[in-house]
């Protein structure tokens, strides 16, 4: 069975921090080279790019969290992270994990994982 399964979601304070992680799992992951990365959707908005990352290392980072946020991987494990620092209110969203196999052949979503930054 395909899966990319997140955990690390909740509520912190603005300037905290929190760390997301996805694991993939399934044969295609063993047999294809891929890209992941995280998604957002805040309420009334469409989803956006947060962070992705090739499995070289190769790092793409949205401007809005640039310097705040960190994604990183291990190959090994098929696992992603997304290292969250000084957390704003606008961070809140839910957080998708995204896998993009075989140079988008396969594009698989994991269920989402809510962040809410408030006091």
């Known amino acids: 069975q395909v899966q990319l399964v997140e955990s690390g979601g909740g509520l912190v304070q603005p300037g905290g921090s929190l760390r997301l992680s996805c694991a993939a799992s399934?044969?295609?992951?063993?047999?294809?080279?891929?890209?992941m990365g995280w998604y957002r959707q805040a309420p009334g908005k469409q989803r956006e790019l947060v962070a992705t990352?090739?499995?070289?290392?190769?790092?793409n980072i949205a401007a809005s969290v640039k310097g705040r946020f960190t994604i990183s991987r291990d190959n090994a494990k098929n696992t992603v992270f997304l290292q969250m620092n000084s957390l704003k209110p606008e961070d809140t969203a839910v957080y998708y994990c995204n896998a993009d196999v075989d140079g988008g052949r396969f594009v698989l979503w994991g269920q989402g994982t809510r962040i809410t930054v408030s006091t």
């Open positions: 399934g044969t295609i992951f063993s047999t294809y080279t891929y890209s």
């Open positions: 990352i090739t499995r070289g290392g190769r790092t």
